[in-house]
């Protein structure tokens, strides 16, 4: 297992951080509730590898990070019964992620909490610039042989 000895989230994995919430872990993840969470509930789910964001994960860890990311969201269910849910993984300082160790936020939203819209109503692109970035993804998308 890689850790970064700088990284908090590999403290907690490593059961390093005494004051650490964690509310589940596995032979693969650890997920546990942020120092301030955006919501009641907000919970991270972590490799227990260090990785630093998605481009980096392998296969495996991605689908074990998925499948306790699932784990989480119906544990929240359960018992927050919240209306809605938010399952947000940001990359790179540019996305907003400040620890770089990949994280999925498991968010849930309530009408009228504090964190209030994530997309913003409309764009100013124009169709050209859609098109384009459109037929780049698409020929960059092909499927992967199984």
């Known amino acids: 297992m890689i850790v970064d ?22 032979d693969a993840v650890v997920a546990f509730f942020p120092t ?3 919501t009641l509930g907000h919970t991270l789910v ?3 590898t260090h990785v630093p964001d998605i481009w980096s994960l392998t296969p495996a ?15 929240i269910r359960q018992v927050l019964d919240p209306p809605g849910l938010n399952v947000i993984q940001s990359n790179g300082a540019a996305a ?4 770089m160790h990949v994280h999925v936020h498991v968010v849930p939203r ?13 764009s100013n692109y124009s169709e050209d610039d859609k098109d ?13 042989s199984a």
């Open 96 to 99: 907003g992620q400040t620890v």
């Open 61 to 75: 860890t991605a689908a074990r990070l998925a499948e306790a990311t699932l784990h989480i969201a119906s544990a």
């Open 132 to 144: 384009e970035a459109w037929s780049a993804l698409k020929a960059a998308c092909r499927p992967v």
């Open 46 to 48: 972590v490799p227990r």
């Open 110 to 122: 309530r009408d009228g909490d504090a964190i209030g819209r994530i997309w913003p109503p409309e």
């Open 5 to 26: 000895p700088g990284c908090p989230f590999c403290e907690i994995v490593a059961r390093e951080d005494p004051d650490a919430r964690e509310v589940y872990r596995d």
């Open 36 to 38: 301030e969470p955006a």
